[in-house]
């Protein structure tokens, strides 16, 4: 079975600054995705970044940057240049390879509060 | 255009009632799933379909039951509301298949049951 693990409930960040948000997963399965989607005040889901166990460079997108570390099983986001409009919850997830068809267990989120 | 949309958006309903909540995919995408996001945020998977099977059913009472029309569409009934059932149901859609894929999310139907 596999878990994913966000310890950090909430964090702040002053506008302009960059931030980490943690994320630890745990599987035995050597295919997997990690994924990080940003949930705002108005509740969509809004996907951010993919890494998959395979791929040998950290993903980015734009200010979003994923620090991949496989053998310490750590998925962790980078935000930099924090806006106002970074303030969300911030969700990791994983999905597994083969017959899964996709299925995404997520952590608990962090909230994620962005200062002028 | 909308990627994936969810109809109603908000749900308000009394114990014991029966309602149906509906997700349209524009995307082109095989695969469907509905998750449920409870009162602490936590999101959790409930079905998943492909191509218009049933290929995950994650330990969801029988009171709830999707039906996929076609590829486009998941649509989900509940039967029979209980208070615990307030949430906020999430349908999403991927390409699918055996690979790994992003899954894009509707805009969630908040559920409230009196």
């Known amino acids: 079975a596999q878990k994913i693990t966000q310890t950090q409930p909430g964090m702040f960040v002053q506008e302009k600054e960059a931030v980490t948000l943690d994320c630890t997963y745990d599987t035995s399965d050597p295919s997997y995705g990690l994924f990080w989607y940003k949930q705002p005040s108005s509740g969509e889901m809004i996907f951010l970044i993919y890494q998959g166990s395979y791929d040998q460079q950290n993903a980015t997108e734009g200010r979003y940057s994923l620090n991949f570390q496989k053998a310490r099983k750590s998925a962790n986001l980078v935000i930099s240049a924090s806006q106002l409009g970074d303030s969300a919850m911030y969700f990791c997830a994983m999905s597994l390879g083969g017959t899964s068809y996709g299925k995404l267990t997520f952590g608990q989120g962090t909230i994620l509060t962005v200062h002028p | 255009d909308t990627a994936v949309s969810q109809t109603p958006k908000y749900l308000v309903t009394q114990m014991g009632n029966d309602k149906s909540i509906k997700c349209e995919q524009n995307?082109?995408?095989?695969?469907m799933y509905w998750y449920k996001q409870d009162s602490k945020k936590f999101l959790k998977i409930m079905f998943s379909y492909n191509n218009k099977e049933l290929i995950i059913n994650e330990t969801v009472p029988n009171r709830f039951s999707p039906k996929s029309p076609d590829k486009a569409h998941l649509n989900l009934h509940i039967n029979s509301l209980e208070l615990g059932d307030s949430a906020v149901y999430f349908c999403?859609?991927?390409?699918?298949?055996?690979?790994?894929?992003?899954?894009?999310f509707g805009p969630g139907t908040r559920l409230l049951v009196l």
């Open positions: 995307l082109g995408h095989d695969t």
């Open positions: 999403a859609s991927s390409q699918g298949g055996l690979t790994l894929q992003t899954q894009y």
